[in-house]
């Protein structure tokens, strides 16, 4: 019999597709065969013609999209505006979809959007869907603050109009001095409730943090040198419109860090070569001195030219986060070895 895990959580970002390749790496090392699908996606998440999260999970258990690949997507912006009979045709289509994953797989893991409640004005929402399938619903979530209990005891409630319910609870990117609080006071909060927590994770930038390539890949400059170094994390992102000294001193406090300048900053761009940053994004177009270009190379420090002015780039690398890719050797080592020290893997496999 073919188990259904459904891994949603109370609010976008909060790390459904880490536990995803978490649950699919411990299935695959049980011998399982485990199994990928994401129902509904929203549409602005589309890169490249796919979903992202989906790429990354059909690289890993090796699935084609056609088995993979989500059935409906929809704009949070225009999610009243969908045809109610497209949502019920696509509700049929996934229906028919899990129907013929459960005979190939052992583990079929699903994977939501946004927050458990996201699509609920339609009918798509992870608990309406969860009780239409008999998948157990597995909820992420970050305390950052102790209000999360709240939401997740409430959550549990909604989730109990559809005649289905929060299975257990995984506490993602927990801050290290939080992790006791988290394991006693919420623990003893949640059972009590009737929802078992599974899993404390500590925070780890270096599962968080994206790399100059993930910037690159979303901003699409020109890479001018120092193209061995893509693959260095990017945990801070400082601007280069100050004077040289005092640019210098954050540089240089500064840990895995981007500097975004124009091009015309020759001074800046060699401060941060010098201080070993991780990458260098030059913006308004501007080429800068030919001669930053062979030790940006020596040091393996990208230097990307892209078009748009300085509060433009900015605005866009805050919102690039992250993503595990199953080619990612030293990510997933470490993404496996802190969600199988961290979480109970096992029994979510078995509940």
């Known amino acids: 019999m073919s188990r259904i895990i459904y891994v949603t959580s109370n609010k976008g970002g909060e790390g459904k597709t880490t536990l995803s390749l978490a649950i699919a790496l411990k299935a695959l090392s049980s011998g399982l065969r485990a199994g990928y699908f994401k129902p509904v996606a929203i549409s602005k998440t589309a890169f490249g013609g796919a979903d992202p999260d989906t790429a990354v999970m059909e690289g890993l258990l090796n699935m084609s999209r056609e088995n993979s690949s989500p059935i409906l997507s929809v704009s949070p912006q225009d999610l009243l505006d969908v045809d109610r009979i497209r949502v019920e045709e696509a509700v049929s289509r996934i ?42 619903l597995f909820l992420m979530a970050r305390p950052e603050s102790d209000q999360v209990i709240d939401e997740i005891i409430t959550l549990n409630h909604y989730c109990r109009g559809f005649n289905s319910r929060v299975e257990a609870v995984v506490f993602n990117r927990v801050p290290e001095l939080k992790i006791e609080r988290v394991n006693a006071k919420y623990r003893e909060i949640l059972m009590d409730n009737g929802i078992r927590v599974l899993g404390v994770v500590p925070e780890r930038s270096e599962l968080l943090a994206p790399t100059v390539r993930d910037l690159n890949r979303t901003l699409k400059g020109e890479v001018l040198a120092g193209e ?97 890719l199953p080619s990612d050797d030293q990510r997933m080592e470490t993404l496996k070895k802190l969600y199988w020290e961290n979480v109970n893997l096992g029994e979510m496999l078995e509940t």
Do not use: C, W
């Open 95 to 136: 229906r028919e979809r899990i129907e013929r994953l459960i005979e190939l797989y052992e583990i079929l893991i699903l994977e939501g959007v946004e927050g458990l409640s996201f699509g609920a004005s339609i009918g798509v929402s992870a608990p309406a869907l969860s009780s239409i399938i008999n998948a157990k």
């Open 228 to 324: 061995a170094g893509m693959d260095r994390l990017a945990e801070n992102i400082l601007i280069g419109a100050m004077g040289i000294e005092n640019a210098a001193k954050f540089i240089r406090r500064s840990h895995n860090s981007i500097v975004i300048t124009g091009g015309d900053r020759t001074d800046l761009a060699l401060t941060a070569l010098e201080a070993q940053v991780s990458g260098i994004i030059l913006t308004g177009g501007i080429y800068p001195s030919i001669k930053i270009l062979p030790k940006a190379d020596e040091l393996s420090i990208p230097i990307i030219l892209v078009p748009y002015d300085t509060y433009t780039t900015l605005q866009i690398v805050h919102e690039i986060r992250g993503r595990i």
